[in-house]
């Protein structure tokens, strides 16, 4: 049997959509596997009453079958689904690095990226690699086509979590078909800030390329007290505030001295708006590691 953990994510950081990543040092998945002849999923911890134990409608099936590596599998949920922390695609991730040490696959990490990806596209209906590549790899992750490149940072992040449940499918649905050149070359500008601030592990550059004019206004919508949220951790020192991933989690960027601070102001804000939250402090961390084998 072997055991790993694989951290939660957050994806886009406003200006990335599908394209950046940044691994969590926390919250994260547990999961165990052990060969067998026929697939089971059993799931337990935050939010497994919605998560289904059918290996077609688990994102960890579509692991099994593209590694041909059949197995008990039990998932033990540190991250809540639907919250914009990518629990869907941290179980993948555990799921992928596991088998693939379990049934000797041989593949490297990036290699792995793509096979757990498979399994998002089984819940939000299109694959996207953002999340899985930096749950597996650690980091600030770029998913450029069939290619990813790793930066490792170490950023100070809030990521604080509404009592909403915003489902990736859903929140692919409300973003614009269309961007005008504007806004395109706006969201390149940002981007290029986001990705030179990691490299030069500013948490003021990240935060600055994190605002983006296309999908985060769209999706905030979705998102009660959204904006007031959002005006509660800049005004307690965060240096950049987007959606996380497709929401309704929100991410906000920071100095680690402001972190507690802006952590309350998020939840107060939320709180105002008649909404409970709970407030994750946290910062970029590594990708998935085995615990026991
Ligand atoms: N192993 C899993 N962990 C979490 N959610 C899963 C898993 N397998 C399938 N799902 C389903 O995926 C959906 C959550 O995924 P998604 O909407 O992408 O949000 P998240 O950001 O939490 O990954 C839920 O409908 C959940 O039932
Ligand atoms: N790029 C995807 C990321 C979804 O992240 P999740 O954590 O909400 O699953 C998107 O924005 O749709």
Redesign the pocket.
Known sequence: MITVRAPA????LGSG??VFGVALDRPADVVSVEKASRTTIEVTGAGSQFIPEDPKKNTVGAVVEALDAPAHIKIDKGIRPA???????ASAAAVAVGLNQLYDRGLTRKELVPIAGEG?AVV?GEP?V??VAPSILGGFTIAAGDDVTTVRASIPLVACLPEIAVS?RD??RVIPSEASLDDVVHTVGQAATLATGMCRNSPDLVGQGMYDRV?TPARAELITGYEEVRQAAFDAGATGVTV????PGVLAACHSRNRREIASAMVDAFADAGVDSRAYQTRIGKGAEVLDY
């Not at 919250?83 to 695609?89: I, N, T, V, Y």
Request: glycine share 16%.
């Open positions: 994510t957050s994806a886009n959509f599908d919250s914009g922390l990518g629990s869907s695609a998002e939000s996207h953002d999340n990736t929140a692919r999908v996380s991933g497709a929401g």
